[in-house]
T-cell receptor
Framework: EAGVAQSPRYKIIEKRQSVAFWCNPISGHATLYWYQQILGQGPKLLIQ????????DSQLPKDRFSAERLKGVDSTLKIQPAKLEDSAVYLC????????????FGPGTRLTVL | ELKVEQNPLFLSMQEGKNYTIYCNYS?????LYWYRQDPGKSLESLFVLLSNGAVKQEGRLMASLDTKARLSTLHITAAVHDLSATYFCAVDPSGGGADGLTFGKGTHLIIQP
């Protein structure tokens, strides 16, 4: 079974530019999560989707971050405009009730904002 | 707001020694996870603890959960260099497995020969 796929793996941009990340969850997983992991810290939940609906986006900085999961499968996370403090690894995870709701993480996208 | 605290944050130990990492959390939950992260890599699931008194073991690692004390421990027995990594505990605030996780800051473990 293929795992969670993310792209790109690395991205370097200048502040005030825009960037987008893509996630393809494990097949059949209805729930998808985006986490932000700043260097030296644990991951922090940004947004959670159930199919194509948002369950929790309370920690998403909505003035600059947006995310969508239009067809209930793939998801994109966008930052516009980026700030220096957005430098982090962005992790996507997915889960399914069929496997006890355990979250499986992708390899992450490492973003550097200069 | 749920808080998850790990102790210690940094640990350097010698091979062959035993040690315990502690994870305290601030709200009632029956669902706690332990993850391992190697430098530059993603999170690898180690244990899922789903009830009070749950104990799971895999090789030299053993995890336990005391929901009444809001405490989980990750015990390392006879450490080997390959266990060097950062270990995170994470709590599901709903306890039902349907919510995003709240992570601790991680314990950076270095095992020296």
């Amino acid at each position: 079974e293929a795992g969670v796929a993310q792209s790109p793996r690395y991205k370097i941009i200048e502040k005030r530019q825009s960037v987008a990340f893509w996630c393809n969850p494990i097949s059949g997983h209805a729930t998808l999560y985006w986490y932000q992991q700043i260097l030296g810290q644990g991951p922090k939940l940004l947004i959670q989707f159930q199919n194509n609906g948002v369950v929790d986006d309370s920690q998403l900085p909505k003035d600059r971050f947006s995310a969508e999961r239009l067809k209930g499968v793939d998801s994109t996370l966008k930052i516009q405009p980026a700030k220096l403090e957005d430098s982090a690894v962005y992790l996507c995870a997915s889960s399914s009730r069929k496997v006890g709701n355990e979250q499986f993480f992708g390899p992450g996208t490492r973003l550097t904002v200069l | 707001e749920l808080k998850v605290e790990q102790n210690p944050l940094f640990l350097s130990m010698q091979e062959g020694k035993n040690y315990t990492i502690y994870c305290n959390y601030s709200t009632t939950s029956d669902r706690l996870y332990w993850y391992r992260q190697d430098p530059g890599k993603s999170l690898e699931s180690l244990f899922v603890l789903l009830s009070n008194g749950a104990v799971k073991q895999e090789g030299r690692l053993m995890a336990s959960l005391d929901t009444k004390a809001r405490l989980s421990t990750l015990h390392i027995t006879a450490a080997v260099h390959d266990l060097s990594a950062t270990y995170f505990c994470a709590v599901d605030p709903s306890g039902g497995g349907a919510d995003g996780l709240t992570f601790g800051k991680g314990t950076h473990l270095i095992i020296q020969p």
